[in-house]
């Protein structure tokens, strides 16, 4: 198995545990999520993400994690965004981050 074949699998197996729903890969490797993305209570001990989300139509939750920056973070939200307890919670980035996907929700609606 080559190095990027066994990162693939290694992300698969985090979406199996963290997809409420389905999920897959598009074309350019981030992964859309019919359904909630949940990984909460100190789940994932790294500073970002190990893939790229793009559409998630649920809640995204990732509170009370090691989550140093919004790198991977979705570019669109249906449902709730939680991020509180993360080390960047309060950076003015993250701030803007949120505004910025609940406008596009609410623009979608």
Not at 32 to 49: A, M, T
Not at 69 to 82: A, E, K, M, T
């Amino acid at each position: 198995m080559t190095t990027k074949e066994l990162k693939i699998e290694i992300i698969k197996s985090y979406l199996n545990d963290w997809v409420d729903g389905k999920w897959f890969f598009n074309e350019d490797w981030s992964v859309d999520v019919i359904g909630d993305v949940i990984l909460d209570q100190y789940v994932y001990p790294f500073p970002k993400l190990p893939c790229k989300f793009d559409n998630v139509s649920g809640d995204f939750v990732v509170s009370y994690n090691s989550l140093k920056s919004l790198d991977n973070f979705p570019n669109r939200i249906g449902g709730g965004i939680y991020t509180f307890g993360n080390p960047f919670y309060n950076n003015p980035e993250h701030l803007e981050y949120i505004k910025l996907v609940k406008c596009k929700h609410e623009d979608e609606n």
